[in-house]
């Protein structure tokens, strides 16, 4: 039961964080010197990962090419005995064997894990989102990896939000199994607060197994067309599969978001001297 591939949708708009999301992928916005989705690829290879999928659509190609070696770039530093800085650009160009799929029209978060039916197969897997960057001392998706150990289940990570941001997530309903962890009994996308059956939210992380494929192919699209992956683990529910959730223990900013991006940067430069 060894979770070995992951798979990090980044073929949304970004359109939270426009203007600068009109030409720059959201997923390579800075944090520190540092693309967000560097972030979100540690995360998974500090968790054992070792096969990394890139959901990638229009105007993602930065993202490529920050993974990839840049022999030029390299030839350059080591030149002028700029070997630290080379080290750092090796060894990203090195990180982890990562591989692209395109998404040729933002149709949702579930058509995007759609289009990783084939990488995965028929493996259990991995879904890092790269709007959520996780710090923590085991890192988030290890947490679930765990969980999924133990059960053998679909796991979600999860969040005790504020009353106010419920209708920002997905929600979840269910059983609590232990500290932190619950048994899902019914999920809600963006409840309105007087209607949400609680604060718990789904954050971006899951542990995903095949049947998730099926479920995205059963359900019908929302009015704008658009496959949510909430409602194909709802169909998974219906289908008396077992989904258990996981609170993520760390700290969460949500970098789809000025104000999470910023808080973000803020927060990770404390120590850092300049
Ligand atoms: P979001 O809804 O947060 O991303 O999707 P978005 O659509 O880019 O953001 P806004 O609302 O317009 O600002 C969650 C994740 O799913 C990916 C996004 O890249 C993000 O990591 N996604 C979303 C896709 O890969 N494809 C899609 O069609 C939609």
Partial sequence: MVIRKAVIPAAGLGTRMLPITKSMPKEMLPVLNKPVIHYVVEEAIKAGIDDVLII??????????????????????KERGKLEELKEVEEIGEMVDIYYVRQKKPLGLGDA?????????????????????????EPGIKQLIGVYKRYTCTVLGVEEVEWSE?????????????????????????????????????VGRYILEPDIFDALKAVKPDKNGEVQL????????????????????????DVGTL???????IELSWGVRL
């Avoid at 990638?56 to 993974?67: L, P, V």
């Fill in 230 to 253: 909430t409602e194909g683990l709802r169909y998974l529910l219906q289908q008396q599969k077992n989904i258990a959730a996981k609170r993520i223990e760390g700290k969460r900013y």
């Fill in 56 to 77: 990638t659509g229009k105007g993602k190609r930065a993202i490529e090419d920050y993974f990839d070696r840049s022999f030029e770039l390299e030839y350059y530093l």
């Fill in 113 to 137: 894990i759609l289009h990783a039916e084939k990488h995965v197969n028929g493996e259990s897997f991995a879904v890092l989102l790269g709007d959520d960057i996780i710090i923590s001392e």
């Fill in 259 to 265: 104000e999470g991006w910023l808080k973000a940067n």
């Fill in 166 to 202: 419920v209708e920002k997530y997905g929600i979840i309903s269910g059983e609590p199994l232990g500290e932190g962890l619950y048994e899902v009994r019914d999920l809600v996308e963006k409840p309105r607060r007087e209607v949400a059956p609680s604060n718990i939210a789904i």
